[in-house]
């Protein structure tokens, strides 16, 4: 059974930055794509990014681009979303998603929440003003 942990979510003022975690038991990230997700109150869930575990190809919001990066360590099954320049906007509770099955996706699929089979329970990030 595949089970996500996110970490290091928490309170920051504007212009902050904070490093999310996410940390995978049950199987590898090996080969499967994996992304990130937020939800703001009284809002639908939207995609923040993502990342081919293979190739590395790394996929973005426009609302996040320049600021946010996602990466990955294959040593410790755990990939990253580090959060720069956060905006008061960026408080929302974040999720880890990967998809079930493993190999090509077309990239348009990456930015779609019905890719993803598994999801982490979440993390809140506030950003005061």
């Known amino acids: 059974q595949v089970q996500l942990v996110e970490s290091g979510g928490g309170l920051v003022q504007a212009g902050g930055s904070l490093r999310l975690s996410c940390a995978a038991s049950g199987r590898t990230f090996s080969n499967y794509a994996v992304a990130w997700f937020r939800q703001a109150p009284g809002k639908e869930r939207e995609f923040v990014a993502a990342i081919s575990w293979s190739s590395g190809s790394t996929y973005y919001a426009d609302s996040v681009k320049g600021r946010f990066t996602i990466s990955r360590d294959s040593a410790k099954n755990t990939m990253y979303l580090q959060m720069n320049s956060l905006k008061p906007e960026d408080t929302a509770v974040y999720y880890c998603?990967?998809?079930?099955?493993?190999?090509?996706?077309?990239?348009?699929?990456?930015?779609?929440?019905?890719?993803?089979?598994?999801w982490g329970q979440g993390t809140q990030v506030t950003v005061s003003s």
């Open positions: 998603a990967t998809r079930g099955a493993r190999g090509y996706l077309a990239a348009p699929n990456y930015y779609s929440h019905s890719t993803y089979d598994y």
